[in-house]
């Protein structure tokens, strides 16, 4: 176990401690009625979905990957600090029962449980109205008294490692915000990470949403940052005040981006593979707007030539020969398709070494043709979710 606490500067370097969550029984309450509120097209077939995740680990792990899992951090540091009564009373606080008989039976449920983690699965999976006895059946609703959470495999949101610091996000959506919770405990309270040493830049109580799709580590100094569906300018500049004054980051990259629900984070349309080559999806290129955001008493905004983003990029990271991997290629039809299953969401394990779909075979054919070397995850079920291997990792150390 690595008694180092976060290091994260990099996109590509090699990768070592990461943090994944296995899709669990979440997924299977997951109902038609609700896909929309709950940021879902579809409902992935759990079997199939937990398959294609242990293989995704194993991959991980033959590489050499320390793998932790969500669930297993937040059950330890419950126990550390035996906080189990405080987890699930601040979970509860969120859970929107607004019943008092109702939340007391929920919170005799889940102290009953006597496996930590399998509490902490549960508050995950949500409450079926059928597991609450009320002879008021008619007032309850109709399908869940507490929501589940299968947005939880796509770790890379609810919390974003920066340097040797943290960020606990604001999620955009209501129906997200209770994934913070996790994260905060383990922050809080897991002897692993609790350490003064420890910086947090960002708060889950903060009122401007942020989420750590949308934020890209592209060396010891610059961070990109999308402002996109999920991501204010507001809490970009509240994060910029304690990077600025707490880390070694001089310079933040902002991408304003579509808020289309394909281009929800900067991660699902521009990230980096080598030390000199990146992938973005050419639909928005053409109504990107890039500003500038550095160190400085004024920390004011520039803005930036857009049509000189290779430029910036080298000017700005002090590489030569910066190249974009166009997703799709120069189809259009390919770009939206595999736009659509996360083709330009890939993670790197390593410079020029990255994990990606199968399903994007344009895509991953220029990677092949510049030189990327690809580890390629089969998927049918996990893609479901819009999320690619990026979004499914939260990396903690990279050498």
């Known amino acids: 176990m690595r008694l180092n606490l976060i290091n994260v500067k990099s996109e590509i370097s090699p990768l070592k401690t990461v943090v994944l969550h296995r899709p669990g029984k979440e997924l299977e309450n997951l109902i038609p009625d609700d896909l929309n509120e709950l940021l879902f097209d579809d409902i992935p077939f759990l079997e199939d979905a937990q398959s294609e995740h242990d293989a995704f680990t194993k991959l991980l792990e033959d590489v050499g990957v320390e793998v932790l899992f969500l669930d297993q951090l937040v059950a330890e540091a419950i126990d550390a600090r035996n906080v189990r009564e405080q ?23 889940l102290m009953n449980i006597t496996d930590t983690k399998q509490m902490v699965n549960k508050t995950m999976e949500g409450f079926r109205r059928t597991e609450i006895s009320t002879s008021n059946r008619e007032r309850l609703p109709a399908y869940f008294i507490v929501n589940p959470m299968p947005n939880l495999y796509f770790t890379r949101d609810p919390f974003a490692s920066l340097g040797n610091g943290i960020v606990v996000s604001r999620m955009f959506s209501e129906t997200r915000r209770r994934e913070t919770i996790y994260g905060d405990y383990i922050f809080r309270y897991h002897p692993r990470f609790v350490s003064d040493d420890l910086p947090k830049y960002y708060s889950r109580n903060e009122k401007a949403s942020i989420e750590g799709g949308d934020i890209l580590v592209l060396s010891e100094e610059v961070l990109a940052i ?12 509240t994060l910029a005040k304690e990077l600025f004054s707490k880390s070694s980051f001089r310079k933040i990259i902002l991408f304003e981006i579509s808020d289309k629900r394909q281009f929800m984070h900067l991660d ?31 920390s004011e905004l520039k803005r930036l030539d857009e049509s000189k983003l290779e430029d910036i990029l080298e000017e700005l990271l002090n590489v030569s020969n910066i190249s974009l991997i166009r997703a799709g290629g120069n189809d259009e039809i390919a770009a939206m398709r595999e736009q659509w299953n996360d083709g330009a969401n890939m993670l790197a394990i390593a410079p020029g070494e990255v994990v990606v779909y199968h399903r994007n075979v344009v895509t991953n054919q220029k990677l092949v043709e510049a030189g990327i070397k690809l580890h390629i995850l089969k998927c049918s079920e996990l893609v479901r979710g819009r999320g690619g291997p990026r979004c499914m990792s939260m990396p903690l150390w990279r050498d």
């Open 268 to 298: 699902t349309v521009f990230t980096m593979v080598d030390v000199n080559k990146f992938v973005i999806h050419p639909e928005i290129e053409e109504n990107l707007k890039l500003y500038l955001l550095e160190y400085s008493a004024e």
């Open 87 to 109: 987890f699930i009373k601040e979970w509860l606080s969120e859970a929107s029962v607004n019943n008092k008989v109702n939340e007391d039976q929920i919170v005799s449920i």
């Open 226 to 237: 999308g402002l996109s569906q999920r991501t204010e300018l507001a809490s970009v500049r």
